[in-house]
Antibody, heavy 128, light 110 residues
Framework: EVQLLESGGGSVQRGGSLRLSCAASGFTFSSHAMSWVRQAPGKGPEWVSGISISGDNTKYADSLKGRFTISRDNSKNTLYLQMNSLRAEDTAVYFC?????????????????????WGQGTLVIVSS | QSVLTQPPSASGTPGQRVTISCSGSSSNIGRNTVNWYQQLPGMAPKLLIYTNDQRPSGVPDRFTGSKSGTSASLAISGLQSEDEADYYCEAWDDSLKGPVFGGGTRLTVL
């Protein structure tokens, strides 16, 4: 059974930093691109970032303006999101999500945009 | 303001058929396939339909997706109380170079 378990959320002041983690199990983590998707209270989901199976290629939503960094450790089956210079508008539940394509042949592939499994999410609150 | 536009609410009675629309543009739905997610209260989104009209294993065939031009639709037939949830459409956007979501439609089963 595929399981994705996020952690690391919490309350932080504006300008602060947080590092989110997502522990994966039940599938070959190193064979799938992964993403972070966030959802502000009462809003629709918003894709944040995606990463290739090797971790060498990453992609980010333009709105983040370089404040976030996605990474992965395939030896630990774990996905990360380093968030810096946090703003009030970053307040959201952050989900890690799995791409369904296994062992994509394109090494720079960061995801299809289909998210077949999601974690339960971790809440980030940025206060001013 | 979401890139994809959905009606904020929809409703139906048990057994009825309801349809949820999703409107986009030439840079997203017009060029790429559409996915739909169901989010039950307090839960994570769940993939319901992918690549316009494909159902993942375990999703009942009461749920059907379709796409035409720059719009897509999710139809739910034989409405059940457990279908009460938020539904989101999503597609890749070539201009933004990433996936974009709709604002969601809250389905109420009366």
């Amino acid at each position: 059974e595929v399981q994705l378990l996020e952690s690391g959320g919490g309350s932080v002041q504006r300008g602060g930093s947080l590092r989110l983690s997502c522990a994966a199990s039940g599938f070959t983590f190193s064979s799938h691109a992964m993403s972070w998707v966030r959802q502000a209270p009462g809003k629709g989901p918003e894709w944040v970032s995606g990463i290739s199976i090797s971790g060498d290629n990453t992609k980010y939503a333009d709105s983040l303006k370089g404040r976030f960094t996605i990474s992965r450790d395939n030896s630990k089956n774990t996905l990360y999101l380093q968030m810096n210079s946090l703003r009030a508008e970053d307040t959201a539940v952050y989900f890690c999500a799995k791409d369904p394509v296994e062992k994509p042949t394109n090494p720079v592939f960061t995801g299809t945009g289909i998210f077949d499994y999601w974690g339960q999410g971790t809440l980030v609150i940025v206060s001013s | 303001q979401s890139v994809l536009t959905q009606p904020p609410s929809a409703s139906g009675t048990p057994g009825q058929r309801v349809t949820i629309s999703c409107s986009g543009s030439s840079s997203n739905i017009g060029r790429n396939t559409v996915n739909w997610y169901q989010q039950l209260p307090g839960m994570a989104p769940k993939l319901l339909i992918y690549t316009n009209d494909q159902r993942p294993s375990g999703v009942p065939d009461r749920f059907t997706g379709s796409k035409s031009g720059t719009s897509a639709s999710l139809a739910i037939s034989g409405l059940q109380s457990e279908d009460e949830a938020d539904y989101y459409c999503e597609a890749w956007d070539d201009s933004l170079k990433g996936p974009v979501f709709g604002g969601g439609t809250r389905l109420t089963v009366l």
